[in-house]
């Protein structure tokens, strides 16, 4: 399975060799979610599909192996811990993560996260009913949002189809807690709302969106986009803004 696929970039934003984008969606979506923000940044982009791969941290050495020097990782949820993962050691010019946790599941003495009891119903309900699984958990994600109808609608376009690959991602959710990066261009976005609760990184923005899914709303997106300018700006690349 090819990890990184080259996205067709829209045709007012051709693709250059000057500034690749890594972008890894979260768990049960393909990265073809990202794509009006795609659309509005110019370079090269490349979808992952982590689905396949034996472990999280062997997801992020393949793709630290694969992946372009110099590239700007964007992932969000448990695309986002791997992107950490992987930030460092693929040379990576800035990491942006998108409401995701230094941990997904509740550590001890903190109340962030996800409880594990109720991590392990959801993959009990996974194992069960998965379609129905799926969409609780699109409605979940979305929850937060003032435009919760159509964020979902959005997001099921994007989903993947319910199989053993899922079943296997879905355990990478138990990953140990993530240190912060203290060096470089690192953001960690979360939103004003979000029914999963990640345990927040030390440095991180706040939106003025909602929801899990908070950078696919309008108010989301247009801070998403001003943070990823001014992390090319900051890192001597510049583009037409048109």
């Given at each position: 399975?090819?990890?990184?696929?080259?996205?067709?970039?829209?045709?007012?934003?051709?693709?250059?060799?000057?500034?690749?984008?890594?972008?890894l969606p979260g768990w049960s979506y393909q990265a073809s979610l990202f794509t009006p923000i795609m659309d509005a940044l110019p370079g090269q982009h490349w979808a992952v599909d982590y689905r396949g791969e034996a472990s999280l941290h062997a997801a992020a050495s393949a793709l630290a192996d694969r992946a372009p020097r110099n590239?700007?990782?964007?992932?969000?949820s448990l695309g986002?811990?791997?992107?950490?993962?992987?930030?460092?050691?693929?040379?990576?010019?800035?990491?942006?993560?998108?409401?995701?946790?230094?941990?997904f599941l509740q550590q001890a003495a903190q109340s962030a996260g996800m409880p594990m009891d109720t991590f392990r119903a959801f993959s009990t309900s996974f194992s069960n009913q998965p379609d129905k699984t799926l969409k609780r958990f699109t409605a979940l994600t979305t929850q937060g949002s003032q435009t919760a109808r159509a964020l979902?609608?959005?997001?099921?376009?994007?989903?993947?189809?319910?199989?053993?690959?899922l079943t296997k991602t879905l355990d990478w959710l138990s990953y140990s807690a993530l240190p912060d990066i203290n060096s470089g261009q690192v953001h960690h976005l979360y939103s004003q709302?979000?029914?999963?609760?990640?345990?927040?990184?030390?440095?991180?923005?706040?939106?003025?969106?909602?929801?899990?899914?908070?950078?696919?709303?309008?108010?989301?997106?247009?801070?998403?986009?001003?943070?990823?300018?001014?992390?090319?700006q900051n890192t001597g690349v510049m583009y037409d803004r048109a």
């Open positions: 399975m090819n990890l990184l696929t080259p996205y067709l970039q829209n045709p007012t934003h051709p693709a250059t060799g000057s500034l690749d984008w890594i972008w590239a700007i990782w964007c992932g969000w986002g811990a791997l992107a950490h993962l992987a930030y460092a050691a693929a040379d990576g010019r800035a990491l942006i993560t998108l409401a995701t946790g230094s941990s979902s609608r959005h997001l099921n376009g994007h989903q993947c189809t319910p199989d053993a690959h709302s979000d029914a999963l609760n990640p345990a927040r990184f030390t440095n991180g923005h706040i939106s003025p969106a909602g929801s899990h899914a908070f950078f696919l709303e309008d108010a989301g997106q247009n801070h998403l986009l001003n943070v990823l300018r001014s992390v090319c």
